[in-house]
């Protein structure tokens, strides 16, 4: 068994669910909506015990580093699988956000060794903004009358 072996690699969204992603980055982009709030879960198998694991994320936009995130994983004992799952995000929001970004993932012991890679591709797509629905106003009714000032018993005194 290799030190380590990334297993799967699942997008959690509020919107849409739990979706695991192909291992090889390969293939069209995720699509995922401007706003959304997502959250990454990795599975994976240790061949040896394994101190101080690191997962840290690079994203790129227009081939241009845009952040970099860095995770303290802890240390594991060799087997698993393990599943780790990483604190939610919420994705930017304005079509000057949207459009393809690469997402490379590095795993890396205490001392630096690189252990594994992943890369995935996401296309951010614009959600139009959804109008309040109005309730229709009901219909117009011709004034109420004046109220009346003799009663069956003679005039209302005033």
């Known amino acids: 068994m290799a030190p380590f072996e990334l297993t799967r690699v699942s ?3 509020e919107e849409r669910g739990t979706a695991v992603l192909p291992l090889d980055g390969d293939g069209d982009p995720v699509e995922l909506p401007e706003g959304g709030t997502l959250s ?3 599975a994976f198998r240790v061949g040896e015990a394994v101190d101080g694991l690191v997962f840290e994320e690079t994203r790129r936009y227009a081939g241009k580093v845009i952040g970099t995130t860095r995770t303290t994983l802890g240390g594991y004992r060799a ?3 393990y599943e780790v799952h990483l604190p939610p995000e919420r994705l930017p929001v304005g079509r000057t956000n949207c459009g393809v970004y690469e997402v490379t993932g590095r ?3 205490s001392t630096g060794r ?3 890679r992943e890369h995935h591709r996401f296309r951010l797509v614009h959600q139009p903004v959804q109008q309040p629905v109005r ?4 219909p117009r009714t011709p004034a109420a009358p004046p109220p009346a000032t ?3 018993n003679g005039p209302v005194p005033a």
Do not use: E, W
Not at 135 to 138: E, L, N
């Open 11 to 13: 997008l959690a969204q």
């Open 40 to 42: 990454l879960a990795l």
């Open 79 to 81: 087997g698993g699988p």
């Open 107 to 109: 795993f890396t012991d």
């Open 114 to 116: 690189v252990l594994g």
């Open 135 to 138: 309730a229709a106003r009901p």
């Open 150 to 152: 003799d009663t069956p």
